[in-house]
Nanobody, 126 residues
Framework: QVQLVDSGGGLVQAGGSLRLSCAAS????????MGWFRQAPGKEREFVGA????????SYAESVKGRFTITRDNAKNTVFLQMNSLKPEDTAVYYC???????????????????WGQGTQVTVSS
């Protein structure tokens, strides 16, 4: 089992930046793909981005490409989501997620991810 704790959310003005963190604990010796999803009120949870265990492969939703960047520090079992040029439509609860895989091929499908953080609220004001 892996436990994920995400943090770093808050209120920011449009055009601003935030960095979310996700700390993993438990059975972290296995290779994991780490991803980020978000859910706005009244909408389904959607894929934001993901990174492979090696860090050599990443994938992003079209809506965040060029603005959001995922990095990870496997030594510290932590993954980050740097969000720049934030827009009001980025407002949502953000969740980190993980599934066991050493492959560079990444899944954007929510149901593939086995482990989830509790979520952190990001609010972008106009």
């Amino acid at each position: 089992q892996v436990q994920l704790v995400d943090s770093g959310g808050g209120l920011v003005q449009a055009g601003g930046s935030l960095r979310l963190s996700c700390a993993a604990s438990g059975r972290t010796l296995k290779p994991y793909v780490m991803g980020w999803f978000r859910q706005a009120p009244g909408k389904e949870r959607e894929f934001v981005g993901a990174m492979s265990w090696s860090g050599s492969s990443s994938s992003y939703a079209e809506s965040v490409k060029g603005r959001f960047t995922i990095t990870r520090d496997n030594a510290k079992n932590t993954v980050f989501l740097q969000m720049n040029s934030l827009k009001p439509e980025d407002t949502a609860v953000y969740y980190c997620a993980a599934y066991v895989s050493s492959a560079d091929r990444l899944s954007t499908t929510r149901t593939v991810y086995d482990y989830w953080g509790q979520g952190t609220q990001v609010t972008v004001s106009s």
